[in-house]
């Protein structure tokens, strides 16, 4: 007898933060594997919108109102998600909030609203489907942090810290769960291009570039695309039995930083200045 159990045909999956971006991205890459999901966030004319997509792509989607910083809004969400799909297989969080704030100029209330979101929420709605799968000795979490993790941005202190937390709880779970038969993934991307941010004052967003530039953790302006971070989520749930994606970092490539040296050799009196210039045109928040 096998010592893992197989993926069931049908693994029912929740998705957090499905309203746009990574979480939205995540839930139609799901769907397009084959996972019945259930799309979760408080804007749900937008997870609407994405049910529609998926079920005309033939994929079966539900959408169910979520606020993380409400305990009643979790315990609705986790019973409507049963009953649209069944028992639930996979979870993904994937909702995040930061609102740019200072370590020198705290504003309690503001920190305690993201590590809600960003901590505090994602434990009560694990809490609420980790024992099931458990029982049926299989399941996947699968937890979206951040390159803060490893790289901390300033005039982020209350993301930065939800996010330090949230990887320390996804740790410790990892740990708990062994043996379980139920996978904890940690997925920490880098800089994407989503609506993150989209919000702040646009002063704001240069003085914050400038600073992240200057502490050398903004490397290089290119963007990672939502789908890129969905395919390492996807990549971990649908992992063989007897294997665990326990920590997947995913980083934008750097641009070209200079031409690639020419196919023929250079025309006399050309030089050697093909190298090291520029690569117009290969940078930008594509
Ligand atoms: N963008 C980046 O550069 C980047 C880098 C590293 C990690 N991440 C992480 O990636 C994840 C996805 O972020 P994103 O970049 O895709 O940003 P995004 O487009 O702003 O998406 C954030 C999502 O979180 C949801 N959300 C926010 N507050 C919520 C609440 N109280 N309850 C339920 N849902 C809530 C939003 O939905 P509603 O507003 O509809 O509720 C939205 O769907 C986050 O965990 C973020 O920390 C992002």
């Keep these: 007898m096998s010592r893992f159990v197989p993926h069931p045909d049908r693994r029912p999956a929740v998705v957090t933060g499905a309203s746009s971006g990574i979480g939205r991205a995540t839930a139609l890459a799901l769907a397009a594997a084959g996972h019945p999901v259930v799309l979760g966030a408080r ?8 049910v529609d997509e998926i079920r005309a792509r033939g994929g079966e989607a539900h959408a169910a109102p979520l606020d993380l910083a409400d305990s009643g809004s979790v315990a609705a969400f986790v019973k409507a998600a049963g009953e649209a799909v069944g028992e639930i297989d996979v979870v993904v969080s994937a909702a995040g909030r930061n609102q740019p704030d200072a370590a020198e100029e705290p504003d309690p209330d503001d920190f305690a609203a993201t590590v809600a979101v960003n901590l505090l929420g ?8 980790l024992p099931d799968m458990v029982r049926r000795a299989h ?13 901390p941005r300033v005039r982020t202190v209350g993301y930065t810290a939800s996010k330090w937390g949230l990887h320390g709880y996804a740790r410790t779970l990892q740990m708990e769960l062994e043996g379980t038969g139920v996978r904890t993934s940690i997925v920490q991307p880098g800089q994407t291009l989503s609506e993150m941010g989209s919000d702040w004052d646009p002063g704001v967003t240069t003085e914050l570039l400038e600073q992240w530039v200057r502490w050398g953790v903004a490397r290089h302006d290119h963007f990672l695309q939502p789908e890129a971070v969905a395919a390492a989520v996807v990549s971990a749930v649908q992992a063989p039995p007897g294997t665990q994606l326990s920590l997947v970092e995913v980083e934008p490539q750097a641009p070209l930083t200079a031409l690639p040296l020419p196919d023929t050799p250079p025309e006399a009196g050309d030089g050697d200045g093909a190298r090291g ?5 290969q940078g930008g928040r594509s």
């Design 139 to 151: 399941g996947d979490v699968v937890i979206v942090t951040s390159e803060v993790v490893r790289l």
């Design 277 to 281: 210039e520029p690569a117009g045109g």
């Design 43 to 50: 804007r749900g004319a937008r997870l609407e919108e994405a």
């Design 122 to 129: 994602v434990q009560r709605l694990v809490a609420s489907v």
